[in-house]
C-alpha cells in the first residue's frame, strides 16, 4: 500500500509532516479482548481496507516499546481505544492512552474513538468501578512519580468526553460493523461497505491478492466467477479494499447486469467510471460510443484498478472499457460473472472460482446471523446443523436463512425447516434464477429442468443419450449449464451434478406452474408422480 503523508499543525503554528504507514492504531487490553472482540475488530478494519496497526503484532516487548509505540501513534491516521474491565491494570495501556491523547492536542486531525466495551463510560470518567481500582494500586506503587498517574488520569478524563462507541444491548458482530463504518467515514470514502461477518473470506482473497501485488507490468484481468449467492461480489469488495490505494486511480462498478438493462444504463456506468479515475472531473457522455473513446483517454496515462462487478455478457465489458490495450502498464481489471467462459478462450487471464463454505464455515456464518456469535447456543446446535447441511455452503441462503429465523422459538426453527424442504425461501430463490433467466433459449433452460427433476447423479454419456432421444441437443446445452455455474461433472465418475438449492430452485419453477395440482405441471417427480398414477389426475400437459 503507498504510504499517505499527512500534515499535523503545531500549537505554535510551525509544521512537520508525519508518514503514515497505518490508517488506525488500536489499543487494547490483550488479556481482556486479544483473542475475541479485539482480533474480530481487527480482521474487521483490515477487510474493510483499514490498514491497523495493533501492539501484540507489530512489535515485541522490551526497552524499544515506548519509542515505537510512539513511531506507530504517530503514524497512524486514527486511534482506536478499546476500554475493557481490566484495561487501566496495564500501564502499557495507558500509556498508549497519553502518547494518544498527546496526539491529539497537537494534531487536531487525528481522530480518536473510544470503544466501551462492557465498560460504563462514567468509570473511564470518574475513575471508578474497576478503573478505580486500578488506580488506588497505580498510586501505591508509583509513590514517587504521581505525575505519571495524574497524567493517566487526564487521559482518561478526556477521551471519556469524546463521541465514542458503546456495547449496549447490540450483538457484537453489530457492534464491530458500525465501528467500522464509522472508521472508514472518517478515512477513506472509497472503501466498500463488505457484507457483515465474512466468514472464509481471508482463504479466498489470498489468491486474488496475490495477483493484484504480482509486480507485473502486463495489464491483468481476473474473472472471478461462480454460481448466484456464493460470494463473488464480497471477495471482489474486499480485494478491492485491500489494494486500491496501491493504484493511481480506481473504481468499483457494481451491478453491472443489472444496471445495463436501465435506460441509458451504459452511459451511467461510464460516468461512473470516468468519475472515479479523474477524481470527480467527468465531462458528460451522451452516448456509448463518446463513453468509449473518454474511457480509453482516461485509462492510458496512468495505474488503474477497476472491478465490473455482475457481468453477464461480453457486450456489457466491451461497452465500459474496450481493449485492454489501452490501459497503463500494471493496470489491473477484476470481474465477477457467473458464467466461465465470458472472456474468449484465446485472451490471457487468470480465472478464480469461488467455493462452497465448509461446514465449519458454513455454521459460523449461519450462527453469526442467528445468533450474534460464532456458534450455536445450547438446544439450538442439530436444527443449525440441519440448516447448514441444507444450505449446502451458499452463504446467500446461510445469511438469508440465519436472519429470517434470527430470535425465533425452537418450534418455528422445525416448521420452517420442514417448510424448506417443500418450498424453497424466495429471496434465495430469486438471486438463483437470475442465472436460469440469463439462459439463451427456452431449448437450454428445459434442458436444465428435466437435469433438475430427473437427472442429477446420473453418468454423463448415459445421461446425453436418453436427453438426445428427447430432441435435445445435449452436449452443446450441457456445455451452456456448465458455463453458468448451473450444473457441475464429477471429475470421478464422470456424474452431472448440481447444487441441491439449484435443484430446488428449478423444482420450484415447475411448481409454480400449478401450485396445487402436481397434474397441471410440466414435470413431476417422487411422491407426486406417484399420486397422479395412482389416482389418474393427469393432464395432457404433465
Known sequence: MAAAITLMRLHDGSSCFYRCSYHAFLSFRGEDTRKGFSDHLYRALELAGIHTFRDDDEIERGENIAAELHRAINESKVSIIVFSENYATSRWCLDELAKIMERRRSDDGHFVMPVFYDVDPSHVRKQTGSFGEAFCRHEERFKEDMDKVEEWRRALRDVADLAGMVLEDRYESQFIQDIVKEIGNKLD??????????????????????????????VGVAVIYGMGGIG????????????????????????????????????????KLLSDIQKGKANKIYSTNEGIIKIKHAVCYKRVLIVLDDVNNLDQFNAILGIREW????????????????????????????????????????????????????????????VVKHCGGLPLALQVLGSSLSGKEVDVWQSALQKLYEIPNGKVQKVLQISYDSLQDDHDKNLFLHIACFIIGKEKNFAITVLDSLDFYTRIGIQNLLDRCLVKIDNEDNRLGMHHLLRDMGRGIIREESPQDPGKRSRVWHKDAFNILRKRTGTEKV
Request: aromatic share 10%.
Open 232 to 271: 463473488k461480489t464480497t471477495i471482489a469488495k474486499a480485494a478491492y479494499n485491500l489494494n486500491h490505494a496501491r493504484f493511481e486511480s480506481s473504481s468499483f462498478l457494481a451491478d453491472i447486469r443489472e444496471t445495463s438493462e436501465q435506460p441509458n444504463g451504459f452511459v451511467r456506468l461510464q460516468r
Open 327 to 386: 490501459f497503463y502498464p500494471g493496470s489491473k481489471i477484476i470481474i465477477t460473472t457467473r458464467h466461465e467462459n465470458l472472456l474468449r478462450a484465446h485472451e490471457d487471464h487468470a480465472m478464480f472460482k469461488v467455493e462452497e463454505l465448509n461446514e465449519y464455515e458454513s455454521l459460523e456464518l449461519f450462527s453469526w446471523h442467528t445468533v450474534g456469535q460464532s456458534h450455536p447456543i445450547e438446544g439450538y446446535i442439530e436444527l443449525s446443523r440441519s
Open 189 to 218: 470514502p472509497k472503501a466498500l461497505n463488505v457484507a457483515p461477518y465474512a466468514v472464509g473470506i481471508d482463504d479466498r482473497v489470498r489468491g486474488i491478492n496475490m495477483w493484484l501485488e504480482d509486480g507485473s507490468n502486463d
